[in-house]
């Protein structure tokens, strides 16, 4: 019999080699007590090793390792969608591939998601890095697009670029594509009438590489996009069914 898989973890990686066999063995670490899960990384057209590291590791744990490979580099939304697409869990964990997310940090939102789920159909715990480790020029630039983000969108997150975040794959389905829109999960989400539920995690240096993926979630880069979720959220209507004879419900 297969095995029941109830989360997956969804990392987009893109020349991140050096970086992908510990972060499996801490992500195993942190799933120490349970076999309901898998790690599904998304092979964004590196052109380094990052997809030879990754399949030695599904070879050594065949139903644990999962691997999307892209042609060629996407971006992290894509990469992130097209992991999801592939990922047989009900709950959704999301990280970046650079290692400076804790996977020790995994238990604690999941523990969030399991109270939330018995009230709320949609929802997003979302980390917090309240004492980031980057460069004091890049966290100046977070904290402005932050605050700039949080007062047009009110998405109850203060720091949205975390990769970290939990929530349910029937909720990501329901949201609206585009690119970059992995900046704006909790506002997409809480557009759609779920809760926001904030965690502070921990943040670490990277040990390997550097940044792969740009500034895109930054105040001026981000604008066009902050703009389209204030015009979603503007457009959105939720309806509120209060009697129906049907049975079922596609």
């Given at each position: 019999m297969p095995e029941t898989i109830c989360i997956s973890v969804v990392i987009p990686a893109k020349n991140e080699a050096d970086n992908i066999s510990p972060l499996v063995l801490e992500i195993?670490?942190?799933?120490?007590?349970?076999?309901?899960?898998?790690?599904?990384?998304?092979?964004?057209?590196?052109?380094?090793?990052?997809?030879?590291?990754?399949?030695?590791?599904?070879?050594?744990?065949?139903?644990?390792v999962q691997l999307v490979r892209h042609q060629k580099s996407v971006g992290q939304s894509t990469a992130v969608y097209s992991g999801i697409q592939f990922a047989r869990g009900d709950l959704i964990v999301t990280l970046d591939a650079d290692g400076q997310n804790n996977p020790a940090d995994i238990p604690t939102l999941l523990q969030h998601a399991e109270k939330?789920?018995?009230?709320?159909?949609?929802?997003?715990?979302?980390?917090?890095?309240?004492?980031?480790?980057?460069?004091?020029?890049?966290?100046?630039?977070?904290?402005?697009?932050?605050?700039?983000?949080?007062?047009?969108?009110?998405?109850?997150?203060?720091?949205?670029?975390?990769?970290?975040?939990?929530?349910?794959?029937?909720?990501?389905?329901?949201?609206?594509?585009?690119?970059?829109?992995?900046?704006?999960?909790?506002?997409?989400?809480?557009?759609l009438g779920g809760s926001i539920v904030v965690v502070e995690v921990s943040h670490r240096d990277r040990q390997h590489g550097q940044s792969k993926y740009g500034m895109w979630g930054r105040l001026f880069a981000g604008l066009i996009d902050m703009l389209g979720v204030m015009w979603l959220q503007k457009r959105n209507k939720r309806v509120h069914v209060t009697e129906t004879t049907c049975t079922t419900k596609n």
């Open positions: 195993f670490d942190c799933f120490s007590n349970r076999n309901d899960f898998e790690i599904i990384y998304i092979d964004d057209g590196s052109t380094d090793d990052t997809y030879t590291k990754i399949m030695a590791l599904h070879d050594a744990y065949p139903t644990k939330v789920k018995l009230i709320e159909q949609d929802f997003c715990i979302a980390g917090y890095r309240k004492a980031r480790k980057d460069t004091s020029w890049k966290r100046f630039q977070s904290k402005v697009a932050n605050s700039v983000r949080a007062k047009l969108l009110n998405d109850d997150s203060p720091d949205t670029g975390c990769g970290l975040k939990v929530f349910p794959k029937a909720t990501f389905n329901k949201l609206p594509y585009f690119n970059h829109m992995h900046r704006y999960l909790p506002a997409l989400i809480k557009r």
